[in-house]
């Protein structure tokens, strides 16, 4: 139980396409590479021909290790994905697209009763090889499939077991590719098409990299199905409410991507005019932290007139600070990864914009920093509000009892970081910019409320056991 418990994560980027015509494996590579920042460790692709599927799957980067594999990868159906780093030990067996018996599957997302679905398949006899929520998908949806032969009827029986977020691409040995989304609409999916090829993308530039239109997003709760005679969507369960996940806008989703109609540029340039509008401070520059920040701080500086400065610049071969397990190597990384630039900070009244807190400990350092550098004033800003809970549907943010907001008020954080402002966006701030109605939006991370029941208990148990220190969000399964 400790094996799966402890490294289960699943930040993933998703894509699959099936053109009538032509071998399709360049538009996976191109799409991947563009989804390349939703996941480093692994990537994969797996194609149909002639009933017989084709599969590789590689660790690291798609352009390094991927690349000289694709001419082994023919057909016209094909999926892709890259798989987010994990701080425990990793292995192949949870590289994506899975296959099994006739069907390929890779998936964006986090089921929250993982655990219990796992249990309960183990006691039916499934033989479980891998440590993720693709393998049970795939295999839970398979036999589903196989009892009814209908992909609208097993997407509904699937639904009806697994809970939380999952965007999925999938082919079929019968030469069918299968677009679905959680019936909350929690990770991104969107679709696209070029003449008669049809694409599906976590996020739209992936289609603007292979020439293709957005036409929209996949709907929650629906499946797609395209064929070389093309697609077909059918609502296979009906929600009344959605729950698209705010940090998708905030950091994680390209800034050139679109998500549920809305331009991620656009929303992050809002959320900086919403805390000029939020604060009145005076700083003399504002800076951004790369890369993701840059759009808010223009935003900032629109409002303000205040000039907005690279003060610090990022070492852009150092990646991950923030998933590295231990707090130690994560402060030295953060020496490696950003440089501050003197001429711009030296004297100055600094006002350093991030996208988000979430333990602390890059604020803390950046300030540190900052300061060494001969600020005369240190301003922190986050576009995200304080991140008091966990996210049980595939965000690896981190445990509750890490999560610098969970147990700090805003002052007490201030003090912890060594701030001589703190700034976090509002509730009501991210919501305007993100221009989506609040009851569309998955905001658990900061309000503790989940749409999902499952989610919600784990949340009370994990609080109730706050103690275990480093309680991660699988194992108060045995809790709850
Ligand atoms: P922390 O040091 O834990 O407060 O992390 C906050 C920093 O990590 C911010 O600069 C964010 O841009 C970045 N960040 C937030 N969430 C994630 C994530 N899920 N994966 C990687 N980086 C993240």
């Not at 994990?86 to 986090?110: C, D, I, K």
């Not at 004297?347 to 300030?367: C, E, F, N, P, W």
């Amino acid at each position: 139980m400790e094996f799966y418990e402890r490294e289960k994560k699943d930040s993933c980027g998703v894509f699959g396409v099936c053109n009538p015509k032509h071998d399709i494996v360049h538009n996976i590579y191109n799409g991947l590479v563009s989804l390349q920042h939703r996941g480093q460790e692994s990537a994969g692709i797996s194609t149909v021909k002639n009933r017989r599927i084709y599969s590789k799957r590689v660790w690291g980067l798609v352009s390094q290790n991927l690349k000289p594999k694709l001419w082994r990868l023919p057909g016209h159906i094909g999926i892709g994905h890259v798989r987010y780093s994990t701080t425990g030990s990793s292995t192949l067996a949870n590289a994506q697209p899975m296959v099994h018996n006739g069907f390929s599957l890779a998936h964006n997302g986090n089921l929250a009763n993982y655990i219990q679905i796992r249990r309960m398949m183990e006691r039916e006899g499934f033989r479980l090889t891998a440590n993720s929520d693709a393998e049970v998908m795939l295999k839970l949806f398979r036999k589903y499939y196989c009892g009814c032969g209908d992909y609208v009827e097993a997407f509904r029986e699937l639904s009806g077991q697994v809970e939380g977020g999952y965007s999925l691409v999938m082919l079929s040995r019968n030469h069918e590719l299968i677009a679905a989304r959680d019936p909350l609409g929690l990770r991104p999916l969107c679709q696209g098409v070029d003449r008669d090829t049809v694409a599906f993308a976590s996020e739209s530039v992936a289609l603007d990299c292979n020439n293709m239109k957005l036409i929209g997003d996949v709907k929650p709760g629906s499946v797609v199905v395209a064929t070389e005679d093309g697609f077909e969507t059918y609502q296979y369960v009906q929600c009344n409410r959605r729950a698209h996940c705010m940090f998708e806008f905030v950091y994680f989703s390209r800034v050139d991507s679109i998500l549920e109609g809305r331009s991620v540029y656009d929303v992050r340039f809002k959320l900086g005019v919403n805390l000029a509008k939020t604060y009145d401070v005076k700083p003399d520059v504002v800076v951004p932290v790369p890369d993701t920040s840059r759009t808010a701080a223009e935003g900032y500086s629109s409002q303000t007139g205040v000039p907005v400065a690279e003060g610090l610049i990022k070492n852009r071969y150092v990646h991950r600070t923030f998933i590295m397990p231990k707090q130690k190597d994560r402060e030295s990384a953060m020496k490696l990864k950003l440089n501050p630039l003197k001429s711009v900070i030296n004297g100055r009244k600094v006002l350093i914009i991030d996208d988000s807190i979430v333990r602390g400990t890059t604020s803390k350092a950046i300030i540190q920093m900052v300061r060494k550098a001969g600020a005369s004033k240190v301003y922190m800003m986050s576009t995200c509000p304080p991140i008091v809970s966990p996210c049980f549907y595939g965000i690896d943010i981190a445990t509750y009892s890490e999560l610098i907001a969970a147990k700090s008020t805003v002052e007490e954080i201030k003090t912890k970081i060594n701030a001589d402002i703190l700034g976090y966006q509002t509730l009501e701030g991210l919501i305007d910019a993100i221009g989506l109605p609040e009851e569309d939006l998955c905001l658990g991370c900061l309000k503790g409320e989940y749409p999902t029941p499952y989610a919600q208990r784990t949340l009370e148990a994990l609080k109730e056991k706050a103690t275990l220190e480093k309680a991660r969000l699988w194992e108060v399964e045995a809790l709850v």
